[in-house]
C-alpha cells in the first residue's frame, strides 16, 4: 500500500477547500444518518455472514440474478478478492489506482491465463474507455476486471451488469462508497457471471461487511439518489488551469483531473495551498508512470475553483 492517497486532510489543521479526494460529496446525508441512528441497536448481533439481503436489492435493481453480485466492504476489498480468487498473469496499464498492483503482487501469477485491470473512468485521469474498447479488451485476455468506481460521476457509457455478466469473462468492481458520497462506510460490491462470483465467495471473510454498512447500503438501494458532479464546471476548471499557462491538464470524462505543473514541484505546490489558502490538493506523484510535477484536483463550488486557480496563479508570479 502507497502512503499518501488522497483526502489526507487529517494532516493539516486549517483545510477549507479540500480539492485532494475524488468522493462527489453529496448534498444531504441527513436522512441516512436518521435511519441509522435509529437502527444503533443492529451493532449488538452479528452480521450477515455474507450481506445476502443487501446483494438482492443490487441485483434487483441491476436486473441480474443475486448470484452474480457479491457485496464487499468498499471497492477496495474486492479488488484483492479478485486478486486473490484469479492469480492471473496480468496487465495493468499505467497510472492508475495503486491497488491493482500491490494486490496482484500479493498474489503472485499461479496460471498462464491473462488478467487486464482498468479503472473506468481512470483515476488519476479521469479518461474513460469506449464499451467498444472494453469488449475488445475482454475478447484478448482470460478476464477482464474493470473498476467503475466513478461510474455514476461521468456521462460517458458504461458496459451494463447485465452484459459483463452475458459476457462471461468481465468482472466489473462498484462503489456505494462513491455513489452515494459516503467513504467512511466502506461498502463496495462486484457484478459478475456466477462462475467468476462462484470462486470470489471461496475467498470471502465471514461478517466482512458490517451491520450498519449493511443496513446503509438497502436504505440507499431503496431511497438513496447517487450522487452527481457538476460536469461543465469541471470542465471549466479544467480550462482556467489550462489558462494560467503553468500548467497542462489532461482532458476528464468525470470531475477530476490529473494536472502537470512546468515548473516546480506538486509537494511544493500542495504544501504552500495548505498553509497558505486552507486549500488542499492531491500530489500525485506516488501514482507509477508520473513525476514529481503531477497533482490531481477534483472540482468544487465554482466559487472553490476560482479561489483556486487564483492561487495556483499568485504561487507562480
Given at each position: 500500500?502507497?502512503?499518501?492517497?488522497?483526502?489526507?486532510?487529517?494532516?493539516?489543521?486549517?483545510?477549507?477547500?479540500?480539492?485532494?479526494?475524488?468522493?462527489?460529496?453529496?448534498?444531504?446525508l441527513?436522512?441516512?444518518?436518521?435511519?441509522?441512528?435509529?437502527?444503533?441497536?443492529?451493532?449488538?448481533?452479528?452480521?450477515?455472514?455474507?450481506?445476502?439481503?443487501?446483494?438482492?436489492?443490487?441485483?434487483?435493481?441491476?436486473?441480474?440474478?443475486?448470484?452474480?453480485?457479491?457485496?464487499?466492504?468498499?471497492?477496495?476489498?474486492?479488488?484483492?478478492?479478485?486478486?486473490?480468487?484469479?492469480?492471473?498473469?496480468?496487465?495493468?496499464?499505467?497510472?492508475?489506482?495503486?491497488?491493482y498492483?500491490?494486490?496482484?503482487?500479493?498474489?503472485?501469477?499461479?496460471?498462464?491465463?491473462?488478467?487486464?485491470?482498468?479503472?473506468?473512468?481512470?483515476?488519476p485521469?479521469?479518461?474513460?474507455?469506449?464499451?467498444?474498447?472494453?469488449?475488445?479488451?475482454?475478447?484478448?485476455?482470460?478476464?477482464?476486471?474493470?473498476?467503475?468506481?466513478?461510474?455514476?460521476?461521468?456521462?460517458?457509457?458504461?458496459?451494463?451488469?447485465?452484459?459483463?455478466?452475458?459476457?462471461?469473462?468481465?468482472?466489473?468492481?462498484?462503489?456505494?462508497?462513491?455513489?452515494?458520497?459516503?467513504?467512511?462506510?466502506?461498502?463496495?460490491?462486484?457484478?459478475?457471471?456466477?462462475?467468476?462470483?462462484?470462486?470470489?465467495r471461496?475467498?470471502?471473510?465471514?461478517?466482512?461487511?458490517?451491520?450498519?454498512?449493511?443496513?446503509?447500503?438497502?436504505y440507499?438501494?431503496?431511497?438513496?439518489?447517487?450522487?452527481?458532479?457538476?460536469?461543465?464546471?469541471?470542465?471549466r476548471?479544467?480550462?482556467?488551469?489550462?489558462?494560467?499557462?503553468?500548467?497542462?491538464?489532461?482532458?476528464?470524462?468525470?470531475?477530476?483531473?490529473?494536472?502537470?505543473?512546468?515548473?516546480?514541484?506538486?509537494?511544493?505546490?500542495?504544501?504552500?495551498?495548505?498553509?497558505?489558502?486552507?486549500?488542499?490538493?492531491?500530489?500525485?506523484?506516488?501514482?507509477?508512470?508520473?513525476?514529481?510535477?503531477?497533482?490531481?484536483?477534483?472540482a468544487?463550488?465554482?466559487?472553490?475553483?476560482?479561489?483556486?486557480?487564483?492561487?495556483?496563479n499568485?504561487?507562480?508570479?
Open positions: 500500500m502507497i502512503k499518501g492517497h488522497g483526502d489526507d486532510i487529517y494532516q493539516y489543521a486549517q483545510i477549507q477547500m479540500n480539492f485532494s479526494s475524488n468522493i462527489c460529496q453529496p448534498a444531504d441527513s436522512a441516512l444518518k436518521t435511519h441509522l441512528a435509529d437502527r444503533l441497536c443492529l451493532i449488538g448481533n452479528y452480521p450477515e455472514p455474507e450481506a445476502w439481503s443487501l446483494e438482492r436489492l443490487i441485483a434487483r435493481r441491476h436486473n441480474i440474478p443475486a448470484e452474480c453480485v457479491v457485496v464487499t466492504s468498499g471497492a477496495t476489498e474486492a479488488i484483492y478478492l479478485v486478486a486473490q480468487a484469479f492469480p492471473y498473469r496480468h496487465t495493468i496499464p499505467t497510472p492508475t489506482f495503486s491497488e498492483e500491490d494486490a496482484c503482487r500479493m498474489f503472485p501469477p499461479q496460471h498462464p491465463l491473462t488478467s487486464f485491470w482498468l479503472c473506468n473512468p481512470n483515476n485521469t479521469g479518461c474513460a474507455a469506449t464499451p467498444d474498447d472494453l469488449r475488445r479488451l475482454a475478447g484478448q485476455h482470460d478476464l477482464l476486471v474493470i473498476d467503475q468506481s466513478y461510474e455514476d460521476y461521468t456521462a460517458a457509457p458504461m458496459l451494463s451488469p447485465q452484459e459483463a455478466v452475458d459476457m462471461g469473462n468481465v468482472l466489473q468492481l462498484h462503489s456505494l462508497t462513491k455513489a452515494y458520497g459516503i467513504p467512511g462506510l466502506r461498502i463496495g460490491y462486484i457484478t459478475a457471471s456466477p462462475r467468476l462470483t462462484a470462486q470470489i471461496r475467498y470471502l471473510r465471514p461478517w466482512s461487511v458490517n451491520a450498519l454498512a449493511i443496513e446503509a447500503g438497502r440507499l438501494m431503496e431511497h438513496g439518489q447517487p450522487a452527481r458532479p457538476d460536469l461543465a464546471e469541471a470542465q476548471l479544467r480550462r482556467s488551469l489550462i489558462a494560467t499557462g503553468a500548467l497542462t491538464v489532461s482532458e476528464t470524462h468525470t470531475h477530476f483531473m490529473l494536472c502537470e505543473m512546468h515548473s516546480h514541484t506538486a509537494a511544493e505546490l500542495k504544501a504552500w495551498l495548505a498553509s497558505e489558502h486552507g486549500m488542499l490538493i492531491r500530489d500525485a506523484a506516488n501514482f507509477r508512470g508520473l513525476t514529481a510535477r503531477h497533482f490531481r484536483v477534483a468544487q463550488s465554482p466559487q472553490e475553483n476560482d479561489a483556486l486557480v487564483k492561487a495556483i499568485n504561487f507562480f508570479l
